[in-house]
């Protein structure tokens, strides 16, 4: 079989695509015959322009170049190649090799050289090694791009003015290196829009450490940011790095910066001022440099003016802030979250759910969503796992979300209105607690960060709804 018959119809059975460079007839012959042995999708050229020129229609996983070939020689093509695909994996062959040459080429990136006349054995195993270089480079590439897109601007969702505005202020401050300080209602995304500064900014390669503040005790917030020396209260039998050290050229995100102890807070600014730290127990200041973002769901300016909160360090936070709107105030972007999750989660789930009645879309947009973003989020999941049809109606999601029901005609005219709610309300956070309790395998703390609250608040309502353990 001739390289001219092989097709693309070959690929279904493929193992790589793999481009052949070679200006002698007889030696394409032999290559093509023994990729066609192994299964593999291939073409050939006999010129570098040819292969140049192709790798911009077809990405090859893997290019076999000889060295001498006419006009441009094999280093050549591969450097041409390499200018627009820098992950490229190349062999070299050549009848006229020499030392030099050899470094040469593996100095510029070339995966593998070989002297002609070639051991077929010895390519055949080459080339698999080659092939599954390729593979890790394109799961790598795949996975960073992955990180982006989780980290982009497009999960900060909505076409709302409100948050068209913040969307274009995060793009803004993104690439700057100062602090900024992002307030919200909880569940407005506050998260989100940190990790999306992290990801457009000029520390992306480096580290993107998550505090929650609400959630470290008091009397371990010291050790948690700054770190211990081996000794240095009873059960620290080793060194730690705190959260802050651990930052260090990188991104540091304090959420919840609003329950932060006054104690606590003086320190903290101690160490944004003069950038460095003392461990706990520690005699020897470590320098640090980081960006900071912060986020809190309370009014730090209020916070400030009932001595809850040090006026300086908030000086210090505040040098650009980003406010979220809650939900209630851009309704018009609750079918674009809505589109959104179902997507998400008709993937995660394997379910067939593809969108909800007008009615139930009314319900959607009559609720007030005092969990704002997160609890739409926990709703479209309830549907997602509890729906049967394609299309939800208003009946059954009423059904799986009571809560939904406090803005609709269908609560009894008879029933209190107070009391109504009370209950509606209760029901719906015992049900979002023991999703969370349950999601994160009912590990308190971890369930507590979930929701937003802090571990003292869960172990209360855990009391309240008796939800004590997993059984």
Known sequence: MTPEQITKSSADKVKGKILIVEDDEGMRFFLSEALEKEGYYFQVVE??????????????????????????????????????????????ITAFGSKDLAITAMEQGVFDYFNKPLEIGELRVVIRRGLERAFMQREVYQLRSQLETDYSFDRILGSSKAMSDVIERVRKVATSDVSVLIQGESGTGKELVAQALYAHSQR????????????????????????YEKGAFTGAHKQKRGKFELANEGTLFLDEIGDMPLVTQMKILRVIQENELERVGGEVSIPVEFRLITATHRDLEKAVAQGEFREDLFYRLNVVSVVLPPLRNRKEDIPILVKHFLGVYSEKFKKNLKGFSSEAMESFLQHSWPG?????????????????????????????????????????????????????????????ILEALKEENWKRQETADRLGISRKSLHNKMKKYDLGSSD
């Open 47 to 92: 010129s570098g322009e040819k292969a140049i020129k192709l790798f911009a229609q077809e990405i090859f996983d893997l290019v076999i170049l000889d060295y001498n070939l006419p006009e441009m020689n094999g280093m050549e093509t591969f450097t041409g190649i390499k200018d627009k695909f820098p992950d490229v994996v190349a062999i070299l």
């Open 204 to 227: 992306s390669k480096g580290p993107f450490i998550k505090v929650n503040c609400a959630a470290v005790p008091q009397e371990l917030m010291e050790a948690e940011f700054f770190g």
């Open 372 to 432: 704002n973003v997160r609890e739409l989020e926990n709703v479209i999941q309830r549907c997602m796992v509890l729906s049967y049809d394609k299309i939800m109606g208003n009946k059954e999601l009423l059904e799986i979300y009571p809560l939904l029901a406090g803005s609709s005609r269908e609560v009894s005219a008879s029933a209190s209105l107070q009391n109504k709610l009370e209950v509606l309300v209760s029901d719906a956070e015992e049900t979002l």
